[in-house]
């Protein structure tokens, strides 16, 4: 079992940088892959951006590639995503999931967290 507590999420202007990080419990947090996934209203939840168990491989979804950066520290049972440049169709709310490790690009959420909301303002 592992328990997903997310903060960073605000209101920004476009332009502006965010940092979501995910604390994670559980003693085997580096067995799984970590993501964020959003979901916007009215639209389908999507993967935004996933890293394997170790860290070696990220995804990230065309739309942010270049602007966001996932990174985690499995010392400290965290990961994280640096967003910069943010525009308002980044506007969502961000969970946090966890999944079996692998191919990060295909991550299943079988963990999530509670969500935090990102809005950007134009």
């Known amino acids: 079992q592992v328990q997903l507590v997310e903060s960073g999420g605000g209101l920004v202007q476009a332009g502006d940088s965010l940092r979501l990080s995910c604390a994670a419990s559980g003693r085997t947090f580096s067995s799984y892959a970590m993501g964020w996934f959003r979901q916007a209203p009215g639209k389908e939840r999507e993967l935004v951006c996933a890293?394997?168990?170790?860290?070696?491989?990220?995804y990230y979804v065309l739309s942010v590639k270049g602007r966001f950066t996932i990174s985690r520290d499995n010392a400290k049972n965290t990961v994280s995503v640096q967003m910069n440049n943010l525009k308002p169709e980044d506007t969502a709310v961000y969970f946090c999931?966890?999944?079996?490790?692998?191919?990060?690009?295909?991550?299943?959420?079988?963990?999530w967290g509670q969500g935090t909301q990102v809005t950007v303002s134009s």
């Open positions: 999931a966890a999944g079996p490790d692998g191919d990060p690009g295909f991550l299943r959420g079988d963990y």
């Open positions: 890293i394997s168990g170790r860290g070696t491989i990220a």
